[in-house]
């Protein structure tokens, strides 16, 4: 017999299960176009795991017996993040490419993975079927992590800077915090 899922918990898996697959292809897409080799690199790394996903999502559906317990972290560390502004300029866009930039193609892939994450948290607070709750909390955690990983490559690139506060800024914001004992 096969099991029984909430409605909203079935719709909101194959609205998850049709953005995996744009994403699959989207993916595709910017693989072809990118011209980084890392920038490559991170795109087919994160078409595996969206195609691992799309597939764990269509087994869980059909009752095929699918561990989803957490995953743990999948991608790689860069080096540590350049905080702060250095001369930042953006390029006038080209509202007719025939071939996307890598700077394009990655703020593309940011967005996509943060809105994915948001998303995919959302969805999980809605389900019932502790399964399909770890699916979509696990969802979630990959696009963040793609999210962290692209945002490194663009800060490591200058396409992304870390505005920084000047230090008197910060802490002033800080030291509000400071000695506010909590009552229970």
């Known amino acids: 017999m096969q099991q029984r899922f909430a409605a909203h918990e079935v719709l909101e898996t194959q609205e998850a299960l049709r953005s995996k697959h744009a994403e699959i292809e989207m993916h595709g897409l910017f693989a072809e176009m990118a011209q980084d080799p890392q920038l490559k690199d991170i795109i087919a790394r994160h078409q595996r795991m969206i195609i691992n996903a799309y597939q764990q999502g269509l087994n869980l559906l059909q009752g095929k017996g699918v561990n989803v317990s957490a995953q743990a972290n999948q991608l790689r560390m860069m080096q540590p993040p350049s905080i702060g502004l250095n001369n930042p300029q953006m390029t006038t866009p080209n509202p007719h490419p025939s071939r996307l930039s890598d700077m394009t193609i990655s703020t593309i ?35 963040q992590q793609m999210a962290y990983e692209t945002w490194q490559y663009m800060n490591a690139r200058g396409y992304y800077q870390a505005p920084q506060l000047a230090d008197h800024t910060m802490n002033t914001m800080i030291g509000a915090y400071q000695n506010q004992p909590v009552l229970v």
């Open 109 to 143: 892939m940011l967005n996509w993975h943060k809105a994915g994450s948001a998303i995919g948290m959302l969805w999980a607070a809605e389900c019932v079927d502790p399964d399909i709750r770890q699916y979509h909390v696990n969802g979630a955690n990959n696009c």
